[in-house]
């Protein structure tokens, strides 16, 4: 359990102030991190190599199953595109298979693109840009909330590497033509890099469960947010935004107060003119959604939410 104590994390052997090391101790510092890791691997192959048998079989039952009814599911797309369109098969060919000839492409929302699907467009996007094609792609790293699912934000600059004998022209939008000044500049402190460095430095849980950043983590996520700051549209002047934290001695006085201020601050803003429709109420998971929205309608306030608008809860329908 020593080995994941976040003393191992770091590239160089930890030492007090105004010591230094030789090549040797940071040789010896790394041939331990290799071995720990060899240690962790072999751990987490004995937990759980029998969850990945299990998932194997199940998962040729479902293929087999998918294969006579005919099915494909979304997810399989990419990588049966990728037998389709491998490194053996030239670029005419391909356009032969698709049976059209693309010259310009428009990728949206790019930090949630997996390098497979980059793979199987790169021959043909390439292929574009050499005879005077376009390739135009949007996309915001700290948007990125797919990587459970491929999703590779390094693709931005791997892009550029790969494609830098082009003409590439790289544009930041740096204007908010959405939000009021209040909540851009309410933004630009959250995730100022000094803010940003603040948080990361701590360490949060117990040492049990001891959750940090590492000094890798730490850079990625610091040039990820360095050109986050934002100006708002000079007409956008107004705005307002307020933050409040709720504590109790337990879980059920902490909801309680929670239901309690909540309630006031409808009221508040009913009391300012504002329609019930211009109100929203963000929650973290659908439990808390059917909470909040159990508490609202006991208060006779009109509520909707995914759960009310969904015709299998009609009373109508399902008495």
């Not at 940071?26 to 962790?40: G, H, Q, S, V």
């Not at 491998?86 to 010259?103: H, M, N, S, T, W």
């Not at 310009?104 to 790019?110: A, S």
Request: glycine letters at 4%; hydrophobic letters at 35%.
């Amino acid at each position: 359990k020593n080995f994941t104590k976040k003393t191992f994390l770091y590239d160089s052997p930890p030492l007090k102030k105004y010591a230094t090391s030789d090549s040797g101790l940071e040789e010896e510092w790394l041939k331990i991190r290799e071995e720990i890791t060899e240690i962790a691997e072999a751990e987490a192959r004995t937990v759980f190599n029998c969850y990945i048998n299990i998932f194997e079989l199940v998962y040729r039952i479902f293929e087999s199953r998918a294969q006579k009814e005919e099915l494909m599911f979304l997810q399989e797309l990419n990588r049966k595109a990728q037998g389709l369109f491998g490194k053996d098969f030239q670029v005419p060919e391909i356009y032969y298979r698709l049976a059209i000839r693309f010259r310009h492409f428009l990728i949206d929302e790019f930090q949630d693109t997996s390098r497979l699907q980059w793979e199987n467009l790169f021959l043909m996007i390439e292929d574009a840009l050499a005879t005077g094609g376009t390739l135009f792609y949007v996309g915001d790293k700290k948007q990125a909330i797919y990587r459970w699912r491929g999703g590779e934000v390094r693709l931005f600059d791997n892009i550029r590497e790969r494609l830098r004998n082009y003409n590439i022209k790289e544009e930041q939008l740096t204007t908010n033509y959405r939000s009021q000044k209040e909540i851009v500049e309410f933004n630009n402190a959250v995730f100022s890099i000094e803010n940003l460095e603040r948080f990361l430095h701590q360490e949060f849980g117990d040492s049990n469960n001891l959750i940090y950043f590492s000094p890798r983590d730490r850079r990625e996520i610091l040039e990820i947010f360095e050109t986050s700051h934002q100006k708002p549209r000079p007409e956008n002047k107004y705005g307002y935004v307020k933050m409040e934290k709720i504590e109790g001695e337990d879980g059920d006085e902490r909801i309680q107060k929670i239901k309690n201020r909540l309630k006031d601050i409808i009221s508040d803003v009913r009391s300012r003119n504002f329609d019930f429709s211009d109100i929203a109420i963000l929650c973290r998971s659908n439990d808390e959604v059917e909470m909040l929205s159990g508490w609202l309608m006991e208060e006779g306030f009109s509520v909707q939410s995914e759960k009310t608008l969904d015709i299998r809860n009609n009373s109508i329908i399902n008495p």
